[in-house]
């Protein structure tokens, strides 16, 4: 049990229209947010980040800005063959768990899935989600062109400038990814999962008590180097954005959970039962939430 062991902070800083002005916008808030949550709370000396949809990419602009580097040096090291790991603003980094999180944006085929996967329809979107979603839809739809830079979602695929990206993400002790498998109509399982199309499991219906919405989980090791630029030749035919992202985000470890709804009541709302969104509506993605807990490091 996590009961008097962990303070549960909830984010107010990005709430309603605030979710329009970009993920970077809404990174520095909840930057902003944590620092002030760690200044009233000096007893804190860990922390973890559970997010949910856009809000993980959120999170990962925050603590790209909230990376320290260990001991004052520029990078992690290995000093008499331990690593010596940067921190959160100080504190020692341990959960990074998104969920239903388009970690590759939502450009690609079929990675917003109520586009019904048509080509044109999502080359419209693509041009036409700025008028409603405003800046956040140019960053998920990478369309994003500050100041001539890549899209911001490929930036955060490296340590950009004074924001520590990767380096962030690698100083958590785990990165968990949950995903639908489907009916999440918002979010597709690849970009979720930060996985490419051949590289999506399959999977059967959970025979788990406890966790009957589980129906696939795996660890994958950090690729390096010379791995990540072979996997750039196999799938050269895809998106060449998307590559570059799967091939920045898997040089660290992640754990994947896969999630489905298909036999459930509440299936179309997949997006919002996955993290119980409101219990009296979501009650059935209890069990994931379970899971979270069962398997949070402390």
């Not at 000096?42 to 949809?53: D, G, R």
Request: hydrophobic share 40%; charged share 25%.
């Amino acid at each position: 049990m996590l009961q008097n062991k962990v303070i549960v902070h909830c984010s107010e800083c990005n709430m309603y229209r605030l979710t329009l002005d970009g993920v970077d916008v809404m990174g520095e808030r909840l930057a902003d947010e944590v620092v002030e949550v760690i200044n009233k709370k000096p007893e804190i000396q860990k922390i973890s980040f559970i997010a949910h949809s856009v809000g993980g990419l959120v999170a990962r602009y925050a603590i790209g800005r909230l990376y320290r580097h260990p001991e004052g040096n520029s990078s992690q090291e290995n000093l008499g063959g331990v690593c010596v790991r940067g921190t959160i603003c100080g504190l020692e980094a341990i959960n990074f768990i998104t969920v239903a999180t388009p970690h590759l944006g939502s450009r690609g085929n079929r990675q917003v899935p109520f586009l019904f996967g048509v080509t044109a329809i999502e080359k419209v979107a693509s041009r036409v989600i700025h008028w409603i979603f405003r800046r956040t839809g140019r960053h998920l739809f990478l369309t994003d062109n500050d100041e001539g830079q890549p899209p911001l979602l490929l930036r955060m695929v490296d340590d950009c400038g004074d924001l520590y990206f990767m380096s962030a993400l690698r100083a958590f002790k785990r990165r968990v990814a949950y995903a639908n498998v489907g009916y999440d109509h918002v979010v597709g399982w690849r970009t979720s999962s930060i996985r490419r199309n051949s590289e999506l499991p399959k999977w059967e219906d959970s025979l788990s008590e406890k966790y009957p919405h589980i129906v696939y989980e795996e660890h994958s090791k950090g690729t390096n180097a010379d791995q990540c630029e072979q996997d750039s030749v196999i799938n050269s035919d895809s998106d060449e954005l998307e590559e570059k992202m799967v091939i920045g985000l898997t040089r660290v470890s992640w754990e994947r959970v896969d999630v489905s709804f298909h036999s459930s009541r509440q299936r179309f709302a997949a997006h919002s039962v996955i993290q119980v969104k409101y219990y009296f509506m979501h009650a059935e993605g209890a069990d994931v939430i379970q899971h979270m807990i069962d398997h949070f490091l402390i």
